[in-house]
């Protein structure tokens, strides 16, 4: 390539020859084909355009033979624990290459995903079969076939997905990156492998899964286990060093699979105490652990049931035909039952975003009451009395209904409000990060709960989805558009889709997937109305098959390459929040 050139084309289309078979016969010539594949011993690299607007910084797919690693467990778990070993190494390399005088793009650079301490399906880690290298070099950019019976079957690989910013202007520079240092460090992470690490990991990741289908069947929906370290250092995800380690009451302690904790009973639990005393910090955890956790992250054996949603008040977002009526009973101008709105209060807010997590099939709902709505939490007696003509139904009077008819518990966090007392099937107490069972003390206090409870609600959602407006093309355009910043936007077509409050969204790279998702789920609508339920079903079983990257696409520059696999109802909890759309309500 011209040592001036500022897209490296060359490098994705790989032209190679393979030789005329009978040297000399005028009727058989060279074969020129293209193989974007390279290779370092066993060690594959397969050079991918990032998107159209950065030839310069292709993204490379990194193939290692599993048995190079002494692997012999394909698990996502195990994909993942690798990759974190692999960041070092490229991060060695940008510590070589930094200059504080110039950017990236005049030195080169290794973009990597940098996970936390959950373990999420990426697109970036993950084991896949890979075919063997069927031909050996030949001179300049030849190649030679073997035959094929000396080639050998496919085999299982470790992928890792990276980046790599090349110089402009510096062919001898990018040289060294890619045909020395990056390989080179490849080969340094197989060498001083941790394969003893890995037996750890996989037993980890056993007892996760051995507890996750314990709490399936269990009467628990949550389970933490003495010993973890709960909370987190300042502005990390990395465990508090000197933290108190969780311990359960004497007399609440059970055991599971071994492990000795507190399980939390499916109904409605209150965890109260003073401030700062780490009331948050268990429903902060309880949350997070809708997902594994890594070794050495404190919460490896704390689990959740993965169907939990974290619910607040939200003033002003877009409700779109939701029945609210379970909450409130009339608006001015309004139809509970089919209520929209672009800007909503922090009480329809949060009265939407419980309907619609049940509506997607929640089982646990996880409320903070400082992240909640006073007026649709709690009506006290007092203000029962002032106030008679009340639309609100508070959460009060719903929350044992919910698990009464639909099987959903709730977990409260309450440190103002006696209300919930009365009502709460279990109630701890914080104190200093300890946690006590005061249920009994707590039901003497609250008194008996004896108000006039209201008819039972209907909880079911009847509504369809029309296709206008759901589409990725802005209007009079003939361009797609998706964009996915890292403010906590997701930008496609004429949606810009406030995200920042669905909180068990994780990270950038299951929003970017989040947005990849839609779009293919708008792009292939060909009917009137859309069957969202069928379609991210269909997604899902397509991912499964493909892998997540089958949803990814280089069109969209200001959309990152690293995607990370979310749950089905955060895909919702974001189609929920796109403005443009409407509902046709239907026959529940």
Not at 163 to 191: C, H, N, S, Y
Not at 406 to 431: N, R
Not at 487 to 498: C, T
């Amino acid at each position: 390539m011209d040592n001036a050139t500022p897209n490296y084309r060359e490098m994705y289309e790989a032209e190679v020859m393979i030789p005329a078979r009978t040297p000399g016969n005028p009727g058989d010539i060279p074969a020129f084909i293209n193989d974007n594949t390279f290779w370092y011993g066993e060690y594959s690299f397969t050079v991918e355009l990032t998107n159209k607007m950065s030839w310069d910084r292709p993204t490379f797919l990194c193939q290692i033979p599993a048995e190079c690693l002494g692997i012999d467990t394909y698990e996502t778990t195990v994909a993942d624990y690798c990759y974190r070993e692999f960041i070092p190494y490229l991060e060695a390399m940008n510590e070589e290459l930094y200059n504080r005088h110039k950017t990236p793009q005049q030195t080169g650079y290794y973009y990597m995903a940098h996970p936390g301490g959950e373990v999420l399906e990426r697109n970036s880690a993950y084991f896949a079969m890979r075919p063997r290298k069927d031909y050996r070099n030949g001179g300049g950019r030849s190649i030679i076939h073997f035959p094929p019976e000396q080639v050998g079957a496919p085999q299982m690989c470790l992928s890792m997905r990276f980046q790599v910013q090349l110089p402009q202007k510096r062919l001898k520079k990018a040289i060294t990156m890619l045909i020395g240092d990056m390989p080179q460090a490849v080969a340094a992470f197989v060498e001083h492998f941790d394969r003893a690490r890995v037996r750890d990991v996989i037993e980890l990741a056993n007892k996760q899964r051995e507890l996750r289908a314990w709490l399936k069947t269990s009467e628990y929906c949550a389970f933490l286990s003495n010993g973890s370290i709960l909370p987190r250092e300042a502005k990390t995800e990395l465990p508090m060093e000197g933290a108190v380690p969780f311990a359960a009451p004497p007399d609440e302690e059970i055991e599971a699979c071994g492990i000795r904790g507190l399980g939390i009973r499916k109904g409605v639990t209150v965890i109260t105490g003073g401030g700062y005393s780490g009331k948050s910090t268990i429903l902060d955890t309880i949350s997070a652990c809708i997902y594994d956790h890594v070794l050495g992250d404190g919460r490896e054996l704390c689990v959740t049931d993965r169907t939990a949603m974290s619910i607040a008040a939200e003033d002003g977002r877009c409700i779109k035909n939701i029945d609210i009526s379970p909450f409130i009973s009339w608006l001015p101008g309004g139809n509970t039952e089919d209520f929209s709105t672009d800007h909503a209060s922090g009480s329809t807010s949060q009265a939407a975003n419980i309907l619609e997590a049940v509506d997607c099939g929640t089982k646990l709902l996880l409320i903070d009451e400082d992240r909640s709505a006073t007026n649709f939490m709690i009506r006290d007696r007092l203000m029962k009395e002032l106030i008679r003509r009340e639309p609100i139904t508070p959460f009060t009077e719903r929350v044992n209904e919910l698990y009464e008819t639909c099987g959903v518990s709730t977990i409260l966090v309450i440190g103002g409000s006696g209300e919930y007392l009365s009502v709460a099937d279990t109630v701890y107490m914080m104190e200093e990060y300890t946690i006590y069972n005061v249920t009994e003390n707590a039901k003497a206090l609250g008194g008996d709960n004896t108000h006039c409870a209201p008819a039972r609600a209907s909880w079911t959602q009847s509504r369809l989805l029309k296709a206008e407006g759901f589409t990725p093309y802005p209007e009079q355009a003939w361009q797609e558009k998706l964009a996915v910043p890292d403010i906590g936007f997701i930008l496609i077509g004429e949606e810009k889709i406030d995200t920042r409050a669905i909180a068990n969204i994780l990270c950038q790279e299951q929003r970017t997937a989040i947005g990849f998702m839609i779009r293919l789920m708008e792009i292939r609508q060909n009917t009137e109305q859309v069957q969202l339920s069928t379609e991210v079903e269909k997604l899902y079983a397509e991912i499964a098959e493909k892998g997540l990257d089958a949803v990814y696409s280089g069109f969209f520059p200001e959309c990152d390459r690293f995607l990370a696999m979310p749950r089905k109802c955060d895909v919702y909890a974001v189609i929920n929040r796109m403005r443009r759309l409407t509902y046709q309500k239907t026959k529940a």
